[in-house]
């Protein structure tokens, strides 16, 4: 019964996760716990592979602090990602999601531990555009109810082009934030 209760609170905590505290931002991701990231937005998607909602959450938290070109906030969030990385069980997924998930874990991990280490955007969004590529990987065999957009920046990477997902269609660009905020478009809808 203890287990059936902690495995809820878990999945409740998890499942309410929308913004960092800024004390977070020190600290390691093994040393933050489920009550730091708890909050008050309703602002989630509903996948119904539970097992990797956190992980896509702090994503797209990761990426909204990129739009709002914040450093230390995106340190944070990419702090949270690698805990929630860290967390996956991989017994738990399915197969087709476990596979694509030991193809993508250790640049994904890579890429959110480089994130979290520097405050320094320019080389946050050089990392995030690594991540993206992985995170779309996995994004496109687990299973959710809510459409995700890919969407693309033919200007980022040095005129090389970028992607990134995103939970609303309208573009919101993670690479240029307010200089450049809507180049950019929706290159796929992943239902």
């Keep these: 019964m203890n ?14 996760i929308t913004n960092a505290d800024a004390a977070i931002v020190n600290k390691s991701p093994e040393k933050i716990n489920n009550e730091e990231i708890i909050s008050k937005s309703p602002n989630k998607l ?8 956190v992980v896509f959450t702090n994503y797209f938290l990761l990426k909204d602090e990129l739009v709002s070109t914040n450093g230390p906030s995106a340190a944070a969030k990419a702090k949270l990602l690698v805990a929630a990385l860290t967390n996956v069980k991989m017994k738990e997924l399915s197969n087709e999601v476990h596979t694509v998930w ?7 991990t ?19 555009t690594s991540l993206s590529k992985k995170m779309y990987d996995l994004m496109k065999v ?7 957009y890919y969407q693309f920046c033919p200007m980022a990477n040095d005129g090389k082009g970028a992607h ?6 309208a573009i919101k660009n993670p690479y240029y934030g307010s ?4 180049c950019g478009e929706v290159v ?3 239902k």
């Design 102 to 108: 030991m193809k993508v874990m250790k640049n994904v």
């Design 188 to 190: 796929e809808t992943i």
């Design 164 to 169: 990134w997902l995103s939970k609303e269609k």
């Design 3 to 16: 287990n059936i209760k902690n495995a809820l609170m878990t999945m409740i905590i998890l499942l309410s």
């Design 46 to 53: 509903n996948f119904s592979d539970k097992k990797l909602n």
């Design 142 to 148: 687990a299973k959710f109810e809510s459409p995700v």
């Design 110 to 128: 890579a890429d959110s531990k480089a994130i979290a280490g520097t405050s320094d955007i320019k080389t946050q969004r050089i990392h995030f």
């Design 179 to 182: 200089k450049m905020l809507k």
